[in-house]
């Protein structure tokens, strides 16, 4: 009503008409004294600067204050004592086309998991996988693994397998530290990071760690860290050279990374992600055997 009298010269009368309101509720001016109401709101928000109008509520009929909540937060608007929500950030990442890989370091895929000794300590285990041969590059246990200890696990495993083209990973903290970064522009890696909530874009990865868990974590009993260790890296040693893998013709990681270092590789190539471009690489097309087809 102000608005429209001020800013468009508006009568009261046609003011009210378009507004559809009586004229004597615009003339209206409430008679109550809030003054004694805004001193208690005034002492508790300086003492609780960070509660809201409701807590603040609770915290005056606890002094024996009888008020209404609606009256509360309108005194408690008038006063600008509102609580500002800070904005949560939403991370974003650009959905990338996913690569055809033909041959091994091409593409690796990184993730921890989780698990508990036998002694109540928290075990946290770094999952290195080669995309292309699934072969498991590195299993390290520990109850800490920071950014700084994982780029050291990659370094070890650099020197017997050679720097990849591009790494696969999540949105972790360990994954997005400036170190991790800055180490992968130094070793001119890059680093593919998959979209907030899509585990499914570094399946290769998450299939491994289902394996991890129902056939060692799931299976084995761990006393203390050292023990876990042991267990993990013999598991390791058995999936790559005994354990014949599905998605490679019922070959071992470590006997079908043999035969691709001794066949030629195509041209790579790019596809988008989807269902074609998670069905396993044609192997025919690097001269393997096919082997049988599964049932």
């Given at each position: 009503m102000r608005r429209l009298v001020t800013e468009f010269s508006a009568s009261e009368r046609h003011a009210c008409e378009l507004m559809e309101i009586a004229r004597m509720t615009h003339r209206y001016c409430s008679r109550r004294d809030d003054s004694t109401l805004r001193e208690q709101l005034l002492r508790l928000a300086r003492e609780k600067p960070r509660f809201g109008y409701r807590r603040i509520h609770i915290?005056?009929?606890?002094?024996?204050?009888?008020?209404?909540?609606k009256r509360?937060?309108?005194?408690?608007?008038?006063?600008?004592?509102?609580?500002?929500?800070?904005?949560?950030?939403?991370?974003?990442?650009?959905?990338?086309?996913?690569?055809?890989?033909?041959?091994?370091n091409q593409e690796w895929s990184v993730d921890f998991v989780s698990d508990i000794a036998a002694s109540g300590q928290r075990l946290r285990v770094f999952c290195a996988v080669d995309s292309f041969t699934r072969e498991c590059l590195a299993l390290e246990v520990d109850t800490s693994l920071p950014s700084r200890r994982v780029t050291r696990v990659l370094e070890r495993v650099i020197q017997h397998r050679g720097v990849p083209v591009a790494i696969r990973c999540d949105n972790g903290p360990e994954i997005t530290s400036r170190h991790f970064l800055a180490w992968s522009v130094?070793?001119?890696?890059?680093?593919?990071?998959?979209?907030?909530g899509k585990p499914t874009q570094n399946a290769h990865v998450e299939s491994f760690n289902g394996r991890l868990r129902e056939e060692c974590l799931n299976v084995s009993w761990f006393w203390n860290l050292f023990d876990a260790r042991r267990k993990i890296a013999c598991w390791r040693d058995e999936y790559n050279q005994q354990r014949p893998h599905s998605a490679l013709n019922y070959f071992t990681p470590e006997e079908f990374r043999r035969q691709c270092s001794a066949s030629p590789s195509p041209v790579i190539g790019t596809t988008e992600i989807g269902p074609a471009s998670r069905q396993p690489c044609g192997r025919a097309s690097l001269g393997l055997d096919p082997g049988p087809t599964p049932q």
């Amino acid at each position: 009503m102000r608005r429209l009298v001020t800013e468009f010269s508006a009568s009261e009368r046609h003011a009210c008409e378009l507004m559809e309101i009586a004229r004597m509720t615009h003339r209206y001016c409430s008679r109550r004294d809030d003054s004694t109401l805004r001193e208690q709101l005034l002492r508790l928000a300086r003492e609780k600067p960070r509660f809201g109008y409701r807590r603040i509520h609770i915290l005056l009929g606890r002094e024996g204050v009888v008020v209404n909540h609606k009256r509360v937060q309108r005194v408690y608007r008038e006063m600008g004592l509102s609580v500002k929500r800070t904005k949560r950030k939403r991370l974003m990442r650009v959905l990338q086309p996913r690569p055809l890989l033909t041959a091994p370091n091409q593409e690796w895929s990184v993730d921890f998991v989780s698990d508990i000794a036998a002694s109540g300590q928290r075990l946290r285990v770094f999952c290195a996988v080669d995309s292309f041969t699934r072969e498991c590059l590195a299993l390290e246990v520990d109850t800490s693994l920071p950014s700084r200890r994982v780029t050291r696990v990659l370094e070890r495993v650099i020197q017997h397998r050679g720097v990849p083209v591009a790494i696969r990973c999540d949105n972790g903290p360990e994954i997005t530290s400036r170190h991790f970064l800055a180490w992968s522009v130094e070793r001119k890696i890059d680093i593919v990071h998959i979209q907030p909530g899509k585990p499914t874009q570094n399946a290769h990865v998450e299939s491994f760690n289902g394996r991890l868990r129902e056939e060692c974590l799931n299976v084995s009993w761990f006393w203390n860290l050292f023990d876990a260790r042991r267990k993990i890296a013999c598991w390791r040693d058995e999936y790559n050279q005994q354990r014949p893998h599905s998605a490679l013709n019922y070959f071992t990681p470590e006997e079908f990374r043999r035969q691709c270092s001794a066949s030629p590789s195509p041209v790579i190539g790019t596809t988008e992600i989807g269902p074609a471009s998670r069905q396993p690489c044609g192997r025919a097309s690097l001269g393997l055997d096919p082997g049988p087809t599964p049932q």
